[in-house]
């Protein structure tokens, strides 16, 4: 599935030149013009990276990442600035606010591209590396155990139950297709079709019980998304 890229700029020009060439690396892309437009999108369209330019109209590029460094469902998503503020003092306050990389106008195309896959691969390594205990609501998947807690009393999960409850946990916020579980926790040679993983779905629901299973959101014809706080 091809990685989707959120361009934030209020020049038509970059947006089209940055359009054409992503797209052109396989990714595909939807663009704002505005803060307050990419922060709906940011929440709404699920882009695995925003490419952010800090002068936008009203809410700027610094205001739209400490938002999405708010919100526990875009906490995490990978932010690269495309600025013409050169100033080491604007780089490194945006690199401390959250920001993945930095780069200044005008842009070097080859350049960008490479520190968009660069910061893809970043996160994506950040993702496979499974904390020791995520904790929701009463609730604490513990991964060195392969436990599951709701307000301290255990309750029983197949393996693959927690192996799904987990992979969607890892990734607050983010849609995950029944395609990618079935390819992420299923072995190659296990013939299993969409209806596994709904079947699964439904068992972990029960299990989590009627408030915890609302960390779980279902996208009707799209796949899953795990919400952390509800």
Not at 70 to 81: A, G, I, N, Q, W
Not at 142 to 151: E, G, K, L, N, R
């Amino acid at each position: 599935m091809a990685k989707k890229i959120l361009i934030v700029d209020d020049e038509q020009d970059i947006l089209d030149l940055l359009t054409f060439n992503l797209q052109r690396e396989g990714y595909e892309t939807l663009t704002a013009a505005e803060g307050e437009n990419a922060l709906h999108l940011a929440r709404t369209a699920f882009p695995d990276l925003i490419i952010l330019d800090v002068m936008l109209p009203g809410l700027d590029g610094w205001e739209v990442l400490r938002e999405l460094r708010r919100d526990p469902d875009t906490r995490h998503l990978p932010v690269v600035f495309l600025t013409a503020k050169d100033s080491e003092i604007d780089e490194v306050v945006g690199l401390e606010l959250g920001a993945d990389d930095y780069i200044v106008k005008p842009i070097s195309m080859h350049k960008l591209v490479a520190r968009v896959k660069l910061a893809l691969r970043k996160a994506a390594t950040a993702e496979m590396r499974p904390s020791e205990k995520i904790s929701f609501g009463a609730v604490v998947v513990d991964s060195a155990s392969y436990t599951v807690t709701i307000q301290g009393d255990p309750v029983p999960f197949t393996k693959k139950e927690f192996e799904i409850l987990r992979y969607l946990a890892q990734r607050p916020g983010r849609v995950v297709s029944r395609e990618t579980l079935l390819n992420e926790l299923w072995d190659e040679d296990v013939v299993v079709i969409d209806r596994t993983v709904d079947v699964h779905i439904r068992k972990i629901r029960e299990k989590l019980g009627a408030e915890e299973m609302r960390h779980i959101e279902t996208l009707k014809g799209v796949g899953y998304r795990f919400i952390s706080e509800i």
